[in-house]
């Protein structure tokens, strides 16, 4: 509650200061739009799931942190502002959700299940943001097939790069889910992929995936962007078997990025 009434007038008094001093909006810097380079190209559809690959050539805007325009996604933040007119914590303070599980982890489940969480709080692993545009674009097409307003569940993506004459291309295999079956995400069904693109040059940039708020936890809201112990084995695997970077984990507003000299402290 408290928090709420500290944001809200901290809301009040922002607008209050651009109202007042309407010159000060006219030094600040525009932000860079962030498109799609390309409608990304859907693999394969099942009743509970879809593939797709999506590839750009890294633009200015393409590791900023904003996020693509598109109806799904501006539905998306609407949801999340209606969760927070009643949540106990501010769902677009990422800062504030890690505190509040890693409270209920130390609660449910000792000091000790919630040492990563200190440790990302104390900026002692992994770097925390808002989202990335190239991140938004694959965290987009699970909004566009299933809202997330529908329930939580969650999105991934292989990414690869590669030198080209034009500069450093992405491209992401990207997986989207239906709610109602499995909430985790599996890209084994993207393996043969990322395995034939391997051999041909590219190399394994990053894993993505989504951890989705989950607003009618009974405990834990999650929503948090903190690597699970599964999530840290496979990023150990993938980096001693295919050269994996960096993993990213999103959950459509904030993002973390770990690299992978980091992996062993996950
Ligand atoms: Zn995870």
């Known amino acids: 509650m408290m928090r709420t009434a500290t944001l809200a007038a901290s809301l009040a008094l922002a ?14 810097a525009p932000l860079a739009t962030c498109t799609r380079a390309q409608t990304p190209v859907r693999l394969t559809t099942t009743s509970t799931a879809r593939t797709y690959r999506y590839t750009e050539t890294v633009r ?15 539905n998306f933040i609407a949801f999340l502002e209606e969760v927070n007119e009643t949540a106990d914590t501010d769902v677009f303070d990422q ?27 104390d ?6 943001g808002d989202i990335t545009c190239f991140q938004s674009i694959l965290f987009d097409l699970q909004n566009r097939d ?21 500069g450093l291309q992405l491209r992401a295999y ?7 079956g499995v909430t985790g995400i599996s890209l ?15 190399r394994l940039r990053a894993h993505l995936h989504s951890h989705p708020l989950s607003p009618d936890g009974q405990y834990d809201i999650a929503g948090t962007v ?6 840290a084995n496979t990023y150990r695997r993938q980096r001693d078997e295919r050269g994996l970077q960096e993993a990213w984990i999103t959950n459509g507003v904030h993002s973390s990025r770990f690299p992978a000299s980091q992996f062993d402290q996950l």
């Open 188 to 202: 084994a069904d993207l393996e043969t992929r990322v395995n034939t693109d391997l051999a041909a040059g590219w």
């Open 226 to 231: 903190i690597p699970s112990d599964a999530d």
């Open 146 to 166: 299933w809202p997330l307003s529908l329930g939580p569940v969650e999105m991934g993506a292989y990414v690869l790069e590669r030198d080209t004459s034009a």
């Open 174 to 180: 990207a997986k989207t889910q239906k709610q109602g």
């Open 95 to 121: 800062i504030a959700l890690l505190v509040r599980q890693r409270d209920v982890f130390i609660r449910y489940l000792g000091e000790e299940a919630a040492a990563l969480h200190q440790a990302m709080l």
């Open 123 to 128: 900026g002692e692993v992994g770097t925390l």
């Open 60 to 74: 200015p805007v393409t590791f900023e942190e904003t996020r693509v325009s598109s109806t799904a996604y501006s």
């Open 15 to 28: 607008a209050c200061a651009v109202d007042t001093h309407p010159e000060e909006r006219v030094e600040t």
